[in-house]
């Protein structure tokens, strides 16, 4: 079955090289069962590098047919797919102690951020990977 195509007008870029996820799970540290929330997990690059590190994996992805395709390639029952849109996530209703980690498209990364960082008590640590010109 041929994986989903990209598609431009959700932003979508998909990490393809797992070293660069190395830094971001370094700096999550999640504990072996420790829940994660990771934002838009498409191909599953780094939702693979966080359930080698023994995280639980809420991947919320926008995209019905990713979600899907996440599922197939990643059987893994520390895995749960989401399809939803992160911008619309009800922070507040996170179990406390939940991280937060994902591969930001460039046109969410700032309403994504503003709509986290009033949630900072309940969110211990969160990282993201953006491309150079949004983090410029």
């Known amino acids: 079955m041929p994986r989903p195509r990209l598609k431009k007008r959700l932003g979508q870029h998909h990490l393809v090289r797992p070293e660069l996820c190395r830094p971001l799970i370094d700096f999550l540290a999640p504990d072996a069962g420790e829940r994660v929330l990771e934002v838009g997990p498409g191909g599953g690059v780094l939702t693979r590098a966080l359930l080698a590190a023994g995280a ?52 969410v990364a700032t309403p994504l951020l503003a709509g986290i960082l009033p949630h900072h008590a309940r969110i211990p640590r969160a990282g993201f990977l953006l491309q150079k010109e949004v983090a410029e």
């Open 56 to 107: 639980r994996v809420w991947g919320v992805e926008l995209d019905p047919e990713w979600a899907w395709e996440l599922r197939r390639a990643l059987p893994d029952p520390r895995l749960q797919p989401l399809v939803m849109d992160a911008l619309e996530l009800p922070w507040q209703r996170l179990p406390a102690g939940t991280l937060v980690a994902g591969n930001l498209p460039y046109n």
